[in-house]
C-alpha cells in the first residue's frame, strides 16, 4: 500500500471521496488485508476521539473573569474614541510628503552639479534651472545670482507661514 | 451588555476549552479566549444567526489560536520528527492498532488518557485533529483556516489519528503490565 492509497483510504472513512471514488476505494479495501486493517484502525480512532473531548472549564470565578473581560472591552472602546480611524489618503501623505522633500534635494543636488561644474560655469543658459516642488506640504524658494555664481533653495513647511522659520539648505553645495 | 454577559457565563467554558485544547496553557487560553469575548463585542452586529453563538464564538477563537501558533511557529526550528511526519515518514513505523484500545474504560478516564495523548502531538498535528474531530470541519475547511493544502490536512490528519491509537494502546499495555 502506497502512501497515496492510505490517504485515499483516511478520505472514504471521513466521507470525503465522490461515490465513484467511494467505490474503488472500498472495492481495494475489500482486496487487501492491510488496507483494512488500517481502515479498522483509523475508524476506530475517529470512533473514540470525536465524542470524548476532556471537559476544561475557565479557572478563575465568573465575576473575576467577566471583569477582565469588561476592562478590557472599555479599554478597546477608549482607545478606539480617542483615536479616529486615519484615512489612506491621508496615511498616503504622511509618507510620500517628507520622500518628495528628500527627492527634491536630490534632483536639485544632481542638476545642480552638472549646471555649475567645470568650463561649463561660464554659459549663462546652463543656469536656467527648472525647480519643480510636487509636495503639498514642503514649499520651496529659489534664488539665482549669476553675477556671484550661486544658486540657493529654500524649503519650508507651508503650514509654518513663519518665513523667519525657513531654513536654508546648505548653499555652499550649490555655488 | 448585560445580556453579553449571560451569554459569556453561560459559553465561557465552551470557548476558554477549546482554546486550551489548542494551546495546551492555562494562561495564553485565559488570555486569548478573553480576547476572542472583546471581538465578539466588538463585532457582534457582525453576527447574523447563520449558525449559533457559541458556534460564532468558538471560531473566533479557534482563530485567534490560529494566528497565535502562526507566531510560536516563526519562533521555533522545525524539528526533524516534524518533518518526517509532513514527509509521511513516521507513521509508516507504527504498527496498525487492531484491539481497541479504549474497550472497557470509564468514560472519565477514557477522556483523560485522551487528553493525555493529545498533549504529545505537535500544535499542527493536534490542530487539524481538534478542528476534524471536535469542530467537525471538513478538509477542505480546515486547510483554508491553517493555510496550508488539502494534502498536507490529509497527511497530518492520519498522523494524528494513527499516533493517538499507538498512544491509546501503549497506555493500554502499562494498565496491562
Not at chain 1, 477608549?78 to 527627492?103: C, I, K, Y
Not at chain 1, 524658494?141 to 507651508?158: D, G, T
Request: a negative charge; charged letters at 30%.
Amino acid at each position: 500500500m502506497n502512501w497515496e492509497q492510505q490517504l485515499e483510504l483516511q478520505a472514504w472513512v471521513d466521507g470525503e471521496l465522490s461515490a465513484g471514488d467511494a467505490r474503488r476505494v472500498s472495492a481495494f479495501a475489500d482486496a487487501h488485508a492491510d488496507a483494512r486493517a488500517l481502515v479498522t484502525e483509523l475508524r476506530m480512532a475517529k470512533a473514540f476521539i470525536a465524542p470524548n473531548e476532556f471537559e476544561v472549564k475557565v479557572p478563575d470565578t465568573r465575576e473575576f473573569y467577566w471583569s477582565q473581560v469588561q476592562r478590557r472591552i472599555e479599554s478597546a472602546e477608549s482607545v478606539r474614541e480617542t483615536s479616529p480611524a486615519l484615512s489612506w489618503p491621508f496615511v498616503w501623505r504622511r509618507l510620500v510628503s517628507p520622500l518628495s522633500g528628500v527627492a527634491l534635494v536630490a534632483f536639485l543636488a544632481v542638476v545642480s552639479f552638472n549646471t555649475f561644474r567645470g568650463p561649463a560655469i561660464e554659459d549663462g543658459s546652463r543656469h536656467m534651472v527648472e525647480v519643480e516642488n510636487l509636495s503639498d506640504d514642503v514649499g520651496s524658494i529659489s534664488y539665482r545670482s549669476q553675477s556671484e555664481n550661486m544658486f540657493v533653495v529654500y524649503l519650508y513647511k507651508k503650514d509654518q507661514d513663519n518665513e523667519a522659520q525657513a531654513e536654508p539648505m546648505d548653499d555652499s553645495f550649490f555655488q | 451588555m448585560v445580556a453579553f454577559e449571560e451569554l459569556l457565563r453561560r459559553h465561557r467554558d465552551k470557548i476558554y476549552a477549546r482554546a486550551f485544547s489548542m494551546m495546551r496553557n492555562e494562561d495564553i487560553a485565559s488570555d486569548l479566549s478573553q480576547e476572542a469575548w472583546v471581538k465578539g463585542w466588538q463585532r457582534l452586529k457582525q453576527f447574523q444567526g447563520d449558525s449559533s453563538f457559541v458556534t460564532w464564538m468558538t471560531r473566533i477563537v479557534i482563530n485567534l489560536c490560529l494566528d497565535q501558533l502562526r507566531k510560536q511557529k516563526r519562533q521555533r526550528a522545525e524539528s526533524i520528527e516534524h518533518l518526517d511526519e509532513e514527509l509521511g515518514g513516521v507513521e509508516r513505523q507504527m504498527p496498525v492498532v487492531t484491539v481497541n484500545p479504549t474497550e472497557g474504560l470509564e468514560r472519565g478516564e477514557l477522556r483523560a488518557r485522551i487528553d493525555r495523548a493529545l498533549g504529545l502531538l505537535s500544535h499542527e498535528h493536534r490542530t487539524v485533529l481538534i478542528l476534524h474531530e471536535f469542530e467537525d470541519l471538513e478538509y477542505k475547511e480546515i486547510a483554508k483556516r491553517m493555510e496550508c493544502s488539502i494534502g498536507t490536512v490529509m497527511s497530518r490528519l492520519f498522523y494524528a489519528r494513527r499516533k493517538m491509537a499507538n498512544l491509546m494502546a501503549s497506555y493500554k499495555r502499562e494498565e496491562m503490565g
